[in-house]
């Protein structure tokens, strides 16, 4: 690690602890631990229950995907790399950790690397979009004039993933590199080489932003769970459908780590105006986090299968 990434790396966490910090200070831990004491456990099964959804709703789409760049994985393979790949979103300090884990997983059953690198990289847009549109839908029954600046992000989230997404289908390796021996000119080669096959296959494509829609969704609906079994029955679904692609948003802001400490600042932001207290959205904020990571235990337990014996992939 070069000396700039470190120096990176320490703002980012500096920022985290900073944010954390005041949080903690400003919150009743008395209102936190009596929330927690009082939550209603179904609901909160069912916030796990639609984690696993989620999880089974990105395979679909990743799939989708995959095949219409002509590799092929089967269910159970994607099921176990999206596991494991989540498990190491939440217990490495970078999300960018868990894609490379699918990357790697993945890119060894197809011997793709670089098909299975495009198909992550649209995957990622196609839920930044889908985010994007949920959220935008959202606001429409959302009147709160502070949240303005909220639907200006919306908007640069769409359009910037548009833009990304428009380039790896329609980009090419600059002239200067194609030109270039090796295993990064290669790599890029393929890369591009995959990302112009998706806009081939239109289709699969409009089926994997559909579905990514639908992971947005399942995302509203584990936090939904979370507000009604602590009893924030203020937060509606319209609400929870503008407030949780919001917080998502605000989280990809990459001036912290893995968006801790700004993700929890976002519920309470996002949360008052609909008199939700600080020390309520806290508890909301850090038992999503704390469910999601629970459950992604399971991609631990999937990984340290893959390693059994010597072997490093499944």
């Given amino acids: 690690m070069s000396k700039k990434t470190n120096w990176k790396f320490v703002l980012r966490l500096v920022i985290s602890l900073l944010l954390f910090s005041w949080l903690l200070y400003s919150v009743e831990w008395c209102q936190v631990w009596n929330a927690i004491l009082r939550i209603n456990v179904s609901w909160l099964l069912l916030a796990a229950g639609w984690v696993v959804t989620a999880v089974a709703v990105s395979v679909v789409k990743w799939r989708l995907i995959l095949q219409s760049q002509?590799?092929?994985?089967?269910?159970?393979?994607?099921?176990?790399?999206?596991?494991?790949?989540?498990?190491?979103?939440?217990?490495?300090p970078s999300s960018i950790g868990g894609d490379t884990?699918?990357?790697?997983?993945?890119?060894?059953?197809?011997?793709?690397?670089?098909?299975?690198?495009?198909?992550?990289?649209?995957e990622r847009l196609l839920a930044t979009i889908a985010l994007s549109l949920v959220g935008l839908a959202a606001s429409i029954h959302v009147f709160e004039t502070s949240f303005i600046k909220v639907r200006m992000l919306f908007g640069v989230l769409l359009a910037g993933s548009l833009f990304l997404a428009g380039l790896l289908m329609w980009g090419k390796v600059p002239g200067?590199?194609?030109?270039?021996?090796?295993?990064?000119?290669?790599?890029?080669?393929?890369?591009?080489?995959?990302?112009?096959?998706?806009?081939?296959?239109?289709?699969?494509?409009?089926?994997?932003?559909?579905?990514?829609?639908?992971?947005?969704?399942?995302?509203?609906?584990?936090?939904?769970?979370?507000f009604q079994g602590l009893g924030l029955l203020e937060v509606n679904l319209w609400r929870s459908m503008f407030i949780i692609p919001a917080t998502a948003a605000v989280a990809m802001l990459p001036i912290a780590i893995n968006g801790y400490g700004i993700r929890e600042g976002a519920y309470v932001f996002l949360l008052a105006p609909?008199?939700?207290?600080?020390?309520?959205?806290?508890?909301?904020?850090?038992?999503?986090?704390?469910?999601?990571?629970?459950?992604?235990?399971?991609?631990?337990?999937?990984?340290?299968?893959?390693?059994?014996?010597?072997?490093?992939?499944?």
């Fill in 70 to 92: 002509g590799l092929q994985a089967s269910w159970g393979e994607l099921w176990r790399a999206y596991w494991i790949g989540l498990f190491f979103n939440n217990f490495l």
């Fill in 101 to 122: 884990m699918r990357i790697v997983q993945i890119g060894k059953t197809t011997g793709d690397a670089a098909g299975v690198t495009a198909s992550v990289v649209m």
């Fill in 176 to 226: 200067w590199l194609a030109r270039k021996n090796g295993k990064l000119a290669a790599f890029l080669h393929g890369f591009m080489k995959h990302g112009q096959q998706l806009r081939k296959q239109p289709m699969p494509l409009f089926w994997s932003l559909l579905w990514s829609v639908v992971f947005q969704m399942t995302n509203v609906a584990v936090n939904y769970s979370i």
């Fill in 274 to 314: 609909y008199g939700v207290n600080q020390a309520a959205a806290f508890t909301a904020s850090i038992l999503f986090a704390f469910l999601v990571s629970l459950c992604s235990l399971w991609g631990s337990v999937l990984w340290l299968g893959c390693n059994k014996g010597g072997e490093t992939s499944c």
